[in-house]
């Protein structure tokens, strides 16, 4: 097993990294958590492969258990959801001393997240990310967020885990579509500090050849996103470099209304069309985007789309959070492996 230490403080915690750890769940939990009842938080998908054998699990230590079952996809992710929760919460008599543990990808561990963020004033939560973007990203860092029709994780907070498990083997069960899209994420970490990183992603053929290095790759993106969190836990600053892409993709997603693209989609159509941009402004080394675009299209990511109504994604952009004072701060590549945060208006995009 490979451990990783997120150094914060009194918010500190540990992300264990072990193919086949879900088999020892119930007694990895039970080293850290002393109470007595468990509220699981998955997805209809991920509990019909794992919600019976992680509930068997944690029984066997002891706990009292709830299976929260939602419907896969963004849209679940959403503060309309949040009341459903929170009464089955309520039912189950959860407490303050008690624990939410999600069970699935970052829409799961961004919702349920936020519920113990919220929930009784916040109670502890621990990720078990199932998804290949939820292993590489969203289960660390603390983020936790619903969607507005607005836009995307309008509501949110900061509330880390105790704990991240991280079984690799479960990706064996995730659809091709969804593998891609951790792909975004983790390409994005190659793109925006990592090289080596990125020149090995792109000499893979592919999933089947990346499989054999996986636990590899997910410590490094792990690993990079915990060094940036422990210099910027509150994205103030140098944290906003992970959300290179994310401002256009997030506009896509929400102008889509979270039906045609999924996040990582979002982040793929986003890393290339700034890229594009900003190498045609003279920010960005010369053949950058296509660098871009090839290793997007080895992981069967979009990288290109018509979009007629332009006006509407601007409008999109003024919701992101790295909107300061009407001053957005963009991530730009000066190259691969070399991020940079620049000061511009929405005026950038067209
Ligand atoms: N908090 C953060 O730092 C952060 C970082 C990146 C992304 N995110 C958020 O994460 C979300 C996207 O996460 P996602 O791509 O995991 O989406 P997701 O949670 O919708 O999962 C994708 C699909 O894969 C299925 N699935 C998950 N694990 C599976 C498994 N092992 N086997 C079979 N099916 C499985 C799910 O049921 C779902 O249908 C977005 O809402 C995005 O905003 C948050
Ligand atoms: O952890 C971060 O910081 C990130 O930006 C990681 C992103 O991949 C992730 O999609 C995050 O949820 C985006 O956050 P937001 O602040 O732009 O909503
Ligand atoms: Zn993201």
Redo the contacts with the bound molecule.
């Keep these: 097993m490979e451990t990783i230490r997120v150094n914060l403080g009194d918010r500190s915690y540990n992300i264990d990294i072990e193919k086949g750890i879900r088999k020892k769940i119930g007694k990895h939990i039970k080293q850290i958590f002393k109470g007595k009842k468990i509220a699981i938080i998955t997805?209809?998908?991920?509990d019909s492969?794992?919600g019976n054998e992680v509930e068997r699990l944690i029984k066997h230590e002891g706990y009292e258990t709830i299976r929260i079952v939602l419907e896969?996809?963004?849209k679940t992710?959403s503060f309309n959801t949040l009341p459903y929760i929170y009464n089955e919460l309520l039912k189950f008599k959860l407490t303050r001393s008690d624990l939410i543990l999600t069970l699935?990808?970052?829409?799961?561990?961004?919702l349920g997240g936020f519920v113990a963020a919220t929930f009784l004033r916040g109670i502890d939560f621990i990720q078990f990310p199932?998804?290949l973007?939820?292993q590489v990203?969203?289960s660390?860092?603390g983020?936790?967020?619903v969607d507005l029709e607005e836009g995307?994780?309008l509501i949110g907070a900061f509330h880390h885990p105790k704990a991240v498990f991280i079984d690799s083997e479960?990706?064996e069960?995730?659809?091709e579509k969804?593998f891609s899209?951790?792909m975004a994420?983790v390409i994005k970490y190659g793109c925006i500090l990592d090289k080596n990183l990125f020149d090995k992603l792109d000499s893979f053929e592919g999933r089947e050849q990346l499989m054999e290095y996986i636990d590899e790759v997910i410590f490094t993106c792990c690993d990079i996103k915990r060094q940036i969190v422990e210099r910027d836990e509150r994205d103030t600053g140098e944290r906003m470099i992970l959300n290179f892409g994310h401002t256009l993709g997030h506009a896509i997603e929400k102008y889509f209304n979270y039906e045609k693209f999924?996040?990582?989609e979002g982040v793929a159509l986003g890393m290339y069309e700034i890229t594009k941009l900003s190498e045609k402004k003279g920010l960005t080394k010369l053949g950058t985007v296509q660098k871009i675009q090839s290793i997007l299209q080895r992981y069967k990511l979009p990288y290109e789309i018509q979009i007629d109504e332009k006006e509407k994604i601007i409008e999109a952009i003024s919701l992101d959070k790295k909107n300061l004072n009407n001053v957005l701060n963009l991530i730009i590549l000066k190259e691969i492996g070399n991020a940079n945060i620049i000061k511009e208006s929405s005026d950038f995009f067209k």
């Design positions: 997805d209809e998908n991920v492969y794992y896969p996809g963004e992710k699935g990808g970052g829409v799961i561990g961004d199932t998804s973007l939820a990203d969203s660390v860092g983020k936790v967020a995307k994780n479960m990706l069960t995730l659809e969804f899209d951790g994420e999924t996040h990582g």
